[in-house]
Each structure stands twice: as C-alpha cells, then as structure tokens.
C-alpha cells in the first residue's frame, strides 16, 4: 500500500449519511454511493474511526521525524 501512497491522492471531501427506509445510505465524493443495513453502517463507522486515529498517529510519526507525504 506504500507504493500506492505515491499515485492516489486522498480525497479532502467527507461523505454524507442518510437513513431511509430502514437502511443508512452513505453518498460519497466523486460521486460514491452505497446502500447498507444498520449494523453493516455502524461497523463501517468503527473501522473509519480506528482508521482515522491510526492514520492521525502515523502522520505525526512522519512529521516528527521530518518524513514528507
């Protein structure tokens, strides 16, 4: 994944959750869109959580120690 580091540029745009019928409709940037049950969003939502802190972590690491993106 560190190769790929180098070609992908993040994204800056944050997606937006929706309820409707009963299921979490997450539309995303660049036009990313997907349907979920409740449990399948709240999942997502821990593992885009734990992502997030992780990723916050390593970034600082590479600050710190004087590293560029």
Known sequence: MADERRFLKPCEDAGQACAEDGVVIL??????AITMTAEAAEQTADSLRA???QAREEAAARQRNGLRD
């Open 51 to 53: 992502a997030a802190r």
């Open 27 to 32: 539309d995303g940037p660049d036009g990313v």
